[in-house]
């Protein structure tokens, strides 16, 4: 089939490279004309592993074309993905005027095409966006649901990181369609795919994005609850959570207590899902409670660490990992951020190392010191948290603390193994 995506930021990309890679003919359009250069070199704008020999390839191979023409891609395509950014707005409800944009460019590009098209959007929106923001831009210009195009939902469940992994061999693959011949288009776009396709209505396929994401994050704060009582009687939330996982109803998964989630989704998708609970008049009780817990966390490892050392102004700190978590650059939502605050508020000084995400994480604070590496991060500090599950962390022994002034580690990720220190004094958190 062809196919045209909307968007080429990180979802929009691996979509069409994923796609491109599955035999469908892919047009990625975006506004951002140094984007579309950069991807018709074969050169992703954005780092994702596994997609540039990927691309470059699907490139050379005239598979995939980017471009600035939403009108053209859409003439020429069957189906168009929808894959524009829905951030947060200060009331934790999502900011629709990219989706509104890219719907008018992609109604602009149907009024005089002959063929059925299917508009489908990727983009995680609240339920009812689809249809009632989507849709009456297309039937504003005269077309007919239907009969001259259908809305599909399809959304998406990538992790950065993995996130081409997840695209081809998907847990599951859910489409939301206005019709059946819309459902149909778009489980055919699917089909070369080793996966279980699930066919609903778009408010559904809507929801489960939301409830998805939720759910994986209540999972996280739930263990985070545990631990601390764990901590308090004097056992360990891992081994309480191995037992718990065993049950299949349950499983092992998201079950790490540690000093929070962070990133791109799971917090922006909660406020989102919040702020739409209560416009429908639903008082969102858990979900709050799992951004509270999680608003705790940083501050916990800040309390653990205080109670190790004493009072803190003065105090030098090294946080490693700034980012959200580990194998990435990106510092959305990082634990790091309300934690490094929370240290300077008490008065300590901070000097952070992450193997990538430095300096992202100087446009969040400028008040800290960045090292270079671990050992300059650690030498002559009083305390250190663990803030990221960096691989690079788990090889760190005893002599790289011995480093420190007075060697205080709290590993906020279990990346550290404390059975083999002597004299370095180690908490972590749920244990
Ligand atoms: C997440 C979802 O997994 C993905 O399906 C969705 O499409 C986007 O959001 P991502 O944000 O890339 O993906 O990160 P993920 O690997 O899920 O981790 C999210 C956060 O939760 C990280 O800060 C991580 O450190 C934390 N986490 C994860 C825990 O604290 N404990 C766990 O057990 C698992």
Not at 56 to 71: C, I, R, Y
Request: hydrophobic fraction near 40%; include cysteine.
């Amino acid at each position: 089939m062809n196919v045209s995506i909307i968007g080429t930021g990180y979802v929009g990309l691996v979509t069409g490279v994923g796609l491109a890679q599955k035999g469908h003919k892919v047009f990625c359009v975006d506004k951002d004309i140094k984007k579309v250069k950069s991807i018709n070199s074969g050169v992703p704008p954005i780092f994702e592993r596994g997609l540039e020999p990927l691309l470059d390839k699907l490139v050379k191979e005239n598979q995939l074309t980017a471009t600035t023409d939403t009108v053209e891609a859409v003439k020429s395509t069957d189906v168009t993905f929808i894959c524009v950014g829905t951030p947060s707005l200060s009331d934790g409800g999502i900011d629709k005027s990219f989706l509104v944009s890219a719907s008018k460019d992609v109604s602009q590009g149907l009024t005089d095409k002959e063929s059925y098209h299917v508009v489908c959007v990727k983009s995680t929106v609240v339920p009812g966006t689809t249809e009632d923001v989507v849709l009456p831009i297309l039937e504003g210009v005269g077309l007919e649901l239907g009969k001259d195009f259908g809305l599909g939902m399809n959304p998406e469940f990538l992790r950065e990181g993995v996130a081409l992994d997840d695209f081809m061999m998907p847990d599951r693959i859910v489409i939301g369609g206005s019709d059946e011949k819309t459902k149909e288009i778009l489980t055919k776009v699917y089909e070369n795919f080793d996966s279980t396709i699930m066919v609903a209505e778009i408010k559904t396929a809507e929801m489960i994005k939301y409830a998805s994401n939720s759910l994986l994050a209540t999972k996280i704060s739930f263990s985070n609850e545990i631990s601390r009582m764990c901590e308090k009687i004097g056992i360990d939330v891992y081994e309480v959570m191995d037992g718990v996982g065993l049950d299949h109803r349950i499983n092992r998964d998201f079950l790490n207590a540690g000093v929070g989630f962070g990133g791109s989704c799971f917090p922006k998708d909660l406020k989102a899902l919040i702020h739409f609970s209560q416009t429908i008049g639903v008082n969102p009780r858990i979900l709050e409670a799992v951004i509270k817990v999680n608003e705790y966390q940083p501050i916990h490892a800040v309390n653990i660490l205080e109670d190790m050392i004493g009072r803190l102004p003065g105090k030098k700190i090294a946080i490693l990992g700034l980012a959200f978590k580990g194998e990435t650059d990106d510092v959305r939502e990082s634990r790091a951020i309300p934690m490094v605050k929370e240290l300077l508020r008490r008065g300590a000084k901070v000097v952070g190392y992450d193997p990538k995400a430095g300096n992202n994480f100087l446009r969040e604070i400028v008040n800290i010191e960045i090292a270079e590496s671990v050992e300059k991060a650690l030498s002559g500090s009083d305390g250190c948290i663990v803030q990221t599950d960096w691989e690079e962390f788990r090889t760190l022994t005893e002599e790289d603390f011995l480093a420190m002034r007075t060697p205080i580690v709290v590993d906020g990720r279990r990346v550290l193994n404390p059975d083999e220190f002597s004299r370095v004094r180690y908490r972590t958190i749920g244990r």
